[in-house]
C-alpha cells in the first residue's frame, strides 16, 4: 500500500515534458494557421497568439498557433494556449497535453484584437453550434422555424 501511495505521488510530482513544434519561433511574427479560423491567416506579433494542442487517436500530438477569433471559436483557455504560445515562442516547445477547453464567457488574458461584443457573439455562435452537433448525435431533428 505503502508502494502503491508512493507511485502516485511521484506520478502526481512527474513535470509536464516538452516538444519541438515546428515552425520559426524566432520570426519577429507568425501568421495564424488554423484551419478553423475564418481569419485570413492575420499575422501575429512575436510573443503573442494563442497555441492549440489536439492529441489524435494514435497517441501523437499537434499544435498550431491561432489568433484570438479561431482560440474562441475552439473555446480555449484562453490564459493556458496564450501561456503555451508565450512559452513557444520563447523555447520553441509546447508540453506533451491537450490545449484545456473553458466554458461561459472569458477576457482575453491580454489586450484583445476583437471588441466585446464580437467576443460574446462567438461565444454565443459556438455554444449553438455545440447544440446543433449534440442534436445530430442524438438524432433529434428539433423543431427550428429558421
Ligand atoms: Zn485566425
Redesign the pocket.
Known amino acids: 500500500m505503502k508502494k502503491f501511495i508512493k507511485s502516485l505521488l511521484e506520478k502526481k510530482k512527474k513535470p509536464l515534458q516538452y516538444w519541438h513544434l515546428r515552425g520559426i519561433h524566432t520570426a519577429s511574427y507568425g501568421v495564424?494557421s488554423?484551419n478553423y479560423?475564418p481569419?485570413p491567416?492575420?499575422t501575429i506579433p512575436r510573443g503573442e497568439g494563442y497555441i492549440y494542442i489536439v492529441k489524435y487517436e494514435d497517441g501523437r500530438f499537434s499544435a498550431n498557433l491561432?489568433?484570438e477569433?479561431?482560440a474562441r471559436k475552439r473555446n480555449l483557455n484562453l490564459k493556458i494556449a496564450h501561456n503555451d504560445a508565450k512559452y513557444w515562442w520563447e523555447t520553441g516547445l509546447v508540453p506533451f497535453r491537450e490545449t484545456p477547453t473553458y466554458k461561459g464567457f472569458q477576457e482575453a488574458p491580454y489586450i484583445s484584437s476583437i471588441s466585446v461584443k464580437e467576443q460574446e457573439n462567438i461565444r454565443k455562435e459556438q455554444k449553438e453550434e455545440t447544440l446543433r452537433r449534440l442534436d445530430a448525435i442524438i438524432g433529434n431533428k428539433g423543431d427550428e422555424n429558421d
Open positions: 495564424c488554423d479560423c481569419c491567416q492575420v491561432t489568433c477569433i479561431g
